[in-house]
């Protein structure tokens, strides 16, 4: 059974400019979080889609965004870059509920200059 | 106060130690837990998933829940130098997954 897949593995990426990760959750799985994890801040929760439905938000600027698509793909992106937008980006994959368990794929490293 | 508490360590130990690792959480509608195992520049890898409070059991690792104080820990038996890593804890419930700072271990041959 294939995890949970992020493209890309790495990114650079200047100031002002505009970006689009993806994750491909695991077969099945309906929910994808994702989360932004800095060494300052550990892992910061973002949003979360299911079933093409944002579920949940955190507390970040407009400038982030995301989407989900029917095969629970699901796409975030970041508009205007700001040097303080590097980071890991992770995304996780869940059957469900809010109560299973969430499987995290490899990450996106984001370096904004 | 921060929804979970988690040393940040780093936390040294000889190979064979026992670990403890330990988070504090506030927020009584969590009510399932996970331990993640982080190594540098990769995802978070889920080690254990649990409900109830008390012991699960997983080959080396126990985690252990106690919801009454809002306590739950992670013990690695027989340490091994590729169990250092950093370790996070995520309460979960009421459509919340919140994360551990994360606690970094280092264990030494």
Known sequence: KAGVTQTPRYLIKTRGQQVTLSCSPISGHRSVSWYQQTPGQGLQFLFEYFSETQRNKGNFPGRFSGRQFSNSRSEMNVSTLELGDSALYLCASRVGGTDTEAFFGQGTRLTVV | ?109
């Open chain 2, 1 to 109: 106060q921060k929804e979970v508490e988690q040393d940040p360590g780093p936390l040294s130990v000889p190979e064979g130690a026992i670990v403890s690792l330990n988070c504090t959480y506030s927020n009584s509608a969590f009510q399932y837990f996970m331990w993640y195992r982080q190594y540098s520049r990769k995802g978070p890898e889920l080690l254990m998933y649990t409900y109830s409070s008390g012991n699960k059991e997983d080959g080396r690792f126990t985690a252990q829940v106690d919801k009454s104080s809002k306590y739950i820990s992670l013990f690695i038996r027989d340490s091994q130098p590729s169990d250092s890593a950093t370790y996070l804890c995520a309460p979960t419930g009421f459509q919340k997954l919140v994360f551990g700072t994360g606690t970094r271990l280092l264990v030494s041959p």
